[in-house]
């Protein structure tokens, strides 16, 4: 096991803050992580899990010990008569997952395409794009406890997943009764997940990007490797590619209102997007909200408003002065003030902020 001391996390941000990590070991295996605790001063110090860094928000040097997630492998682990099992280490890039499944004959990931990270984060964001979340796809995952070194298993249940959260983003989550619950966040470092895909495969379809892609196609049964395809294209034309643009990918969560409430904003913005939900709720795009207050390509310093989608923001700074975390962060809350003062929604951030 190595120590690094001072490394830049520049490139480890899709943001492409420039921010160093105080300390840093890289866990290609569960024994990197029985190394650390293994060491008394490692062990006490307070821990920070980095993955692909697609959905966090640098605002300085972070001096919790980083733990670099770097554990690599996809492989078919099971089958039932209703879906194959398919498990991916933690340090493995989505997209990449969601591609080689496809190409094994295993469909049911192509909704999810392109959504930048690795698998290990996508449990604990729940990450989900036109109309699929990870939880629908989920099976169970491997973890280690960062206290005793244990290693644990958690299904969907156990996983407490909701719309982009998990028991991995809270300390303490509280049960039905009020009782205090269990909370993972910053206890625990997601090794291997597993995806449960299934062989009876449906087409998710419903999205007014989709439709439009099947219209000018002239296809209307896609398969999922047309469905993959059409994702990749809509994704590409409405984001910017972290590499050359960074971003954090969405920055806010799209918010959920009362019917009541949803009718009355109807009735002054007729033109809202919105979208009724199973349980009764409506979920509004917060991108139209933002928009609407008029931000999409405005700045703040560094940090900006893509022009194409008001829901990413952006890094606008050159290599050599890159965005800080304050600036995106001074961006976000002013957005978040125009938006409440004009809706009375307040948007919650996705990204992770350090």
Same mark, same amino acid.
């Given at each position: 096991?190595?120590?690094?001391? =001072?490394?830049?996390?520049?490139?480890? =941000?899709?943001?492409?803050?420039?921010?160093?990590?105080?300390?840093?070991?890289?866990?290609?295996?569960?024994?990197?992580?029985?190394?650390?605790?293994?060491?008394?001063?490692?062990?006490?110090?307070?821990?920070?899990?980095?993955?692909?860094?697609?959905?966090?928000?640098?605002?300085?040097?972070?001096?919790?010990?980083?733990?670099?997630?770097?554990?690599?492998?996809?492989?078919?682990?099971?089958?039932? #008569?209703?879906?194959?099992?398919?498990?991916?280490? #933690?340090?493995?890039?989505?997209?990449?997952?969601?591609?080689?499944?496809?190409?094994?004959?295993?469909?049911?990931?192509?909704?999810?395409?392109?959504?930048?990270?690795?698998?290990?984060?996508?449990?604990?964001?729940?990450?989900?794009?036109?109309?699929?979340?990870?939880?629908?796809?989920?099976?169970?995952?491997?973890?280690?406890?960062?206290?005793?070194?244990?290693?644990?298993?958690?299904?969907?249940?156990?996983?407490?997943?909701?719309?982009?959260?998990?028991?991995?983003?809270?300390?303490?989550?509280?049960?039905?009764?009020?009782?205090?619950?269990?909370?993972?966040?910053?206890?625990?470092?997601?090794?291997?997940?597993?995806?449960?895909?299934?062989?009876?495969?449906?087409?998710?379809?419903?999205?007014?990007?989709?439709?439009?892609?099947?219209?000018?196609?002239?296809?209307?049964?896609?398969?999922?490797?047309?469905?993959?395809?059409?994702?990749?294209?809509?994704?590409?034309?409405?984001?910017?590619?972290?590499?050359?643009?960074?971003?954090?990918?969405?920055?806010?969560?799209?918010?959920?209102?009362?019917?009541?409430?949803?009718?009355?904003?109807?009735?002054?913005?007729?033109?809202?997007?919105?979208?009724?939900?199973?349980?009764?709720?409506?979920?509004?795009?917060?991108?139209?909200?933002?928009? #609407?207050?008029?931000?999409?390509?405005?700045?703040?310093?560094?940090?900006?408003?893509?022009?194409?989608?008001?829901?990413?923001?952006? =890094?606008?700074?050159?290599?050599?002065?890159?965005?800080?975390?304050?600036?995106?962060?001074?961006?976000?809350?002013?957005?978040?003030?125009?938006?409440?003062?004009?809706?009375?929604?307040?948007?919650?951030?996705?990204?992770?902020?350090?």
């Amino acid at each position: 096991m190595l120590v690094e001391k =001072n490394v830049p996390l520049q490139h480890s =941000n899709s943001f492409g803050i420039m921010a160093k990590a105080l300390s840093l070991v890289r866990v290609s295996a569960e024994s990197d992580i029985a190394a650390v605790l293994q060491d008394d001063a490692l062990r006490a110090m307070s821990k920070f899990v980095l993955g692909g860094g697609s959905n966090i928000v640098l605002t300085g040097d972070v001096k919790p010990l980083v733990l670099k997630v770097e554990i690599m492998g996809k492989r078919l682990v099971g089958e039932t #008569a209703k879906a194959w099992i398919v498990e991916a280490g #933690a340090g493995e890039n989505w997209h990449d997952l969601v591609t080689w499944t496809l190409q094994m004959g295993y469909p049911g990931l192509e909704n999810l395409a392109l959504i930048p990270g690795t698998v290990g984060a996508s449990p604990v964001q729940n990450i989900g794009a036109y109309g699929v979340e990870l939880q629908d796809r989920f099976e169970s995952l491997d973890a280690v406890d960062l206290t005793t070194g244990q290693r644990f298993t958690l299904n969907a249940a156990q996983c407490a997943f909701g719309y982009r959260d998990s028991v991995f983003k809270h300390t303490s989550i509280a049960t039905s009764a009020g009782t205090p619950g269990f909370g993972l966040a910053g206890k625990a470092l997601i090794t291997h997940v597993r995806f449960s895909l299934p062989k009876a495969w449906k087409a998710v379809l419903g999205y007014a990007d989709i439709e439009k892609k099947m219209q000018q196609a002239g296809v209307h049964a896609p398969d999922a490797q047309q469905i993959y395809d059409w994702i990749c294209e809509i994704r590409r034309a409405k984001l910017p590619d972290p590499q050359v643009i960074g971003n954090a990918g969405s920055f806010f969560k799209n918010p959920t209102v009362s019917p009541e409430q949803c009718a009355d904003i109807i009735q002054r913005e007729p033109k809202i997007v919105h979208y009724p939900l199973a349980d009764g709720t409506v979920k509004l795009a917060a991108g139209w909200l933002i928009d #609407a207050c008029g931000w999409k390509g405005k700045s703040v310093g560094n940090a900006g408003v893509y022009d194409r989608q008001a829901l990413v923001l952006v =890094n606008r700074g050159g290599p050599g002065n890159p965005v800080t975390g304050g600036e995106v962060m001074t961006l976000a809350k002013a957005i978040q003030t125009s938006v409440y003062e004009r809706f009375g929604i307040l948007l919650e951030p996705e990204p992770v902020v350090v």
